[in-house]
């Protein structure tokens, strides 16, 4: 199978830069997949999860949560706010974060909402990524 450029960058580090045999990501439209000589496009990404094939066919997930990806000329670059490999993944931090979302969400007074909600999908995303249901 050909291969492509994958670039995964947070503004923190670039996680990822290496050739792929494929890649899927959370778009907020829906999932979407790419192979070699994929059409160009742009896309927002949500929180959710990454996979890809490198080019050796290793099998990763990342758990990532808002950005985008840009695809075109066999190369795929991704820009996210974070981004964890499945097995760098702290469960105890991420279920800690959950608890504490939750926690806000039961106050429902001098909270922001959304903000919370956020960070409960972030934690949940977390943990069904590195394996803990």
Known sequence: ???????????????????????????????????????????SLQIGQITFLDEKGKAHRMATSGGFAEVGNNQVTVLVETAEFAEEIDTARAKTAH???????????????????????????????????
């Open 1 to 43: 199978m050909a291969d492509f450029q994958l670039e995964i960058v947070t503004p923190e580090r670039r996680v990822y830069s290496g050739a792929v045999q494929r890649f899927q990501g959370p778009g907020t439209e829906g999932s979407f997949g790419v192979l070699t000589h994929h059409a160009p496009m742009l896309t």
């Open 99 to 133: 608890d504490r979302a939750l926690e806000l969400l039961a106050e429902k007074q001098d909270v922001d909402l959304a903000s919370a909600q956020r960070a409960l999908l972030r934690a949940l995303n977390r943990l069904r990524v590195s394996g803990v249901r």
